[in-house]
């Protein structure tokens, strides 16, 4: 069973400015995504996130910016990038922010593509449906463990593989950390709304290239 402290919440915690913050990040984040073009390299693309973010009122971070091109969007979020990597002219690309706004983190990530290559668009549009269906799913009352067996086998069904280390984790007023909770995906009881952060991370089956996406867990 999960330790007592998983879903805890400090004394200044607030669901209004929890979703705020969630929509400011989701703002910040497709403000960014316009800006990410074609023969920029990563490390550009994460100073430009880190500039917007900052100019739109962030506190400060509770996770880096990471934003991963071409075949780097098959790296975890622990994973270093292989470098040199340039956005070309159709590519597949996904950000990963983490702000906090007014004492409360946001995390937010999607994937986005330049020109028009079918597999890349079916790739990013399938880490949105799965992670539509996972949460679904998540409402009809699951554990984080059955959630992540049930993304799993949703994945395989929609023809791709979900990449087992990217499993979700909770949020909350800053820091979150101090709450000791765990991945999401081995959280043994069901997931409260509002302080936890469902992750997909898909890989196509043979081209070289994968898609994420992450949100807040909501009713």
């Known amino acids: 069973m999960p330790i007592p ?3 805890n919440v400090g004394a200044d915690f607030s669901r209004e400015r929890m ?3 969630r929509e400011r990040s989701w703002t910040a984040l497709r403000d960014i995504a316009a800006r990410i073009l074609p023969g920029m390299n990563e490390a550009d693309a994460a100073t430009l996130a880190k500039e917007h973010l900052d100019a739109a009122g962030m506190q400060r971070i509770w996770h880096p910016s990471i934003v991963r091109f071409g075949a780097n969007t098959l790296k975890t979020f ?3 990038s292989v470098p040199g990597a340039i956005l070309q002219d159709n ?3 996904f950000i990963d922010l983490g702000p906090v706004f007014d004492g409360h983190e946001g995390d937010v990530g999607d ?3 330049v020109g028009d290559d079918a597999d890349m668009h079916a790739c990013a549009n399938a880490a ?3 992670f539509t269906r996972t949460a679904a799913r998540w409402r009809e009352g699951v554990t984080g463990t059955a959630l992540y067996a049930y993304a799993d086998d949703e994945a395989t069904a929609m023809g791709w593989r979900l990449n087992h280390e990217t499993k979700g984790h909770r949020v909350g007023d800053y820091p979150h950390a101090v709450h000791k909770a ?3 995906g081995q959280f043994d ?5 509002g302080l936890w952060i469902l992750e997909v991370q898909i890989a196509h089956p043979s081209s070289p290239m994968g898609a994420f996406f992450e949100d807040l867990l909501i009713a």
């Open 5 to 7: 402290t998983a879903e």
């Open 111 to 113: 994937t986005f593509v």
């Open 128 to 130: 949105r449906e799965l």
């Open 189 to 193: 009881a069901t997931p409260a709304p």
């Open 182 to 184: 765990g991945p999401l």
């Open 91 to 93: 590519d597949i690309f």
């Open 78 to 80: 622990r994973q270093p």
């Open 19 to 21: 979703f705020a913050a």
